[in-house]
């Protein structure tokens, strides 16, 4: 069974840092663009950030440019994300994705992934 799980959420104040990670199991993604997304309370989910299977390429939203780091580590078969500077607006649910039909190309559609983590709550207080 293919999984993807992830952990590290929580709560932090404004400015504060959190890592977040995205274990995978039931197959090897390590060919794969990995990405993160989130959804915020009462707002669609959106695209935040993604890697190439390399780990050489990635590429963020706007949002977050600057202030989050997408890492992937392919022996763990684990994606990580780095949230440094965070703002009440970057509180939402959290989730990781992988896309099978891509390797370099990273997409931000979220009916080009595949394979979807339940999710991990992310909360930045005032």
């Known amino acids: 069974q293919v999984q993807l799980v992830e952990s590290g959420g929580g709560l932090v104040q404004a400015g504060g840092s959190l890592s977040v990670s995205c274990a995978a199991s039931?197959?090897?993604?390590?060919?794969?663009?990995m990405a993160w997304f989130r959804q915020p309370p009462g707002k669609e989910r959106e695209f935040v950030a993604g890697?190439?299977?390399?780990?050489?390429?990635?590429y963020y939203a706007d949002s977050v440019k600057g202030r989050f780091t997408i890492s992937r580590d392919n022996a763990k078969n684990t994606v990580y994300l780095q949230m440094n500077s965070l703002k009440p607006e970057d509180t939402a649910v959290y989730y990781c994705?992988?896309?099978?039909?891509?390797?370099?190309?990273?997409?931000?559609?979220?009916?080009?992934?595949?394979?979807w983590g339940q999710g991990t709550q992310v909360t930045v207080s005032l």
């Open positions: 039931g197959r090897t993604f390590s060919t794969n663009v």
């Open positions: 890697i190439n299977w390399s780990g050489g390429r990635t």
């Open positions: 994705a992988a896309d099978l039909h891509h390797n370099v190309v990273i997409k931000t559609e979220i009916d080009k992934y595949d394979y």
